[in-house]
């Protein structure tokens, strides 16, 4: 599964952005999608995650409120919308999958697995500063 995330740049305090996930060849909807972030000299964690068969997210406490993950049934797309961003949300953002497209919530919340064993796209750069 070769993923792509998409919508990065740069952004000030407060304001509003977009990511979106994407598959070369075919759509996302049967694909649990998880979004996770990496920080310069922090370890990647999770941000959010979609359940495919059963429509179940999860957030980060830290986004809790301020970001929204969705399916663009239209695109075949995962987007993360992400609101009230604050300099800390400056990371690369990536979004994976698990083997067989599954993603448990242990998974979202500590990707160490699923560093090793998912799939991932190349990660879009979200700067948030003034």
């Known amino acids: 599964v070769q993923l792509q995330a998409s919508g990065g740049g740069l952004v000030q305090p407060g304001g509003p952005l977009r990511l979106s996930c994407a598959a070369s060849q075919f759509r996302l909807d049967y694909y649990d999608i998880g979004w996770f972030r990496q920080a310069p000299g922090k370890e990647r964690e999770g941000v959010s995650c979609?359940?495919?068969?059963?429509?179940?997210?999860y957030y980060a406490d830290f986004v809790k409120g301020r970001f929204t993950i969705s399916r663009d049934n239209a695109k075949g797309t995962v987007d993360l919308q992400m609101n009230s961003l604050k300099p800390e949300d400056t990371a690369v953002y990536y979004c994976?999958?698990?083997?067989?497209?599954?993603?448990?919530?242990?998974?979202?919340?500590?990707?160490?697995?699923?560093?090793?064993?998912?799939?991932w796209g190349q990660g879009t750069l979200v700067t948030v500063s003034s």
């Open positions: 979609s359940g495919s068969s059963d429509g179940s997210t």
């Open positions: 994976a999958t698990g083997i067989g497209g599954l993603i448990g919530l242990s998974d979202c919340v500590d990707p160490g697995r699923l560093i090793e064993l998912g799939s």
